[in-house]
DNA sequence: GCGACAG
DNA sequence: ATCTTGTCGC
């Protein structure tokens, strides 16, 4: 599992993933300490091969006054573990901490696909990344991995609150009128209003953050052009 | 034991 | 996540 550098220590006492989720849970800021003017966001996704294990990660860079493409990187891997809901980062956080450092600006901000607190032990892709970055991000889910919620106003901008034992773990945000919401969490570095208004804002048109569409759109078409052909040239 | 379960 | 066939609408 992928320790910060900036662990005391820079190891963990626990050799199982769940254990090491919940000693760098602490780590996780939910202030916002993010850079106070927000030029360039960064967006990542992930990529499978159905015949082999091969994985392919992207991270598209975006200019946050207009939301255009300047930047992308790829990176192809091999999937080491199998998907589990709960340990989900061991599988999609190598390739895309490769692909964030590819890039040759270093983003203000970084929305992932898949939860950030809103997680059993408070400790989702979002906030494995952004500690391990030390990066400010955002968990942006498409559907839901624990916490209740009640009904939500139908139009965009409407939300509810995410909760589990008590406690605040992310928002259920409707982010087009009428269309499914989606499961806004605090990753690292940032606010849970913040983290909103960041999801409203890339969510001009479509329900689905910009930076998500775009690195969803490079990573599959970086999928497509490697494993064109009849036979793969990796089994 | 049974159902839930990010991508 | 990935696959798949068809359908609706701009």
Known sequence: MLVPEHFDGNRLASNDPVGQQLEMAPLVSREDRLPQSIQFICGVDVAYDTRSD?????????CAADLSVIETATVETRATFPYSPGVFSLRELPPLVEAVEKLNRQPDLIVCDGQGLAHPRRFGLAC????YLDRATIGCAKTRLIGEFGPLGPRRGDYSPLEDANEIIGSVLRTQDFVRPLFVSIGHRISLPTARDWILRLTPRFRLPETTRMANHVVNEYRRITCSGLDSPIR
Do not use: I, W
């Open 54 to 62: 091969r994985l392919f990660a992207a991270a598209v860079m975006l």
């Open 128 to 131: 494995h990344l952004g500690v």
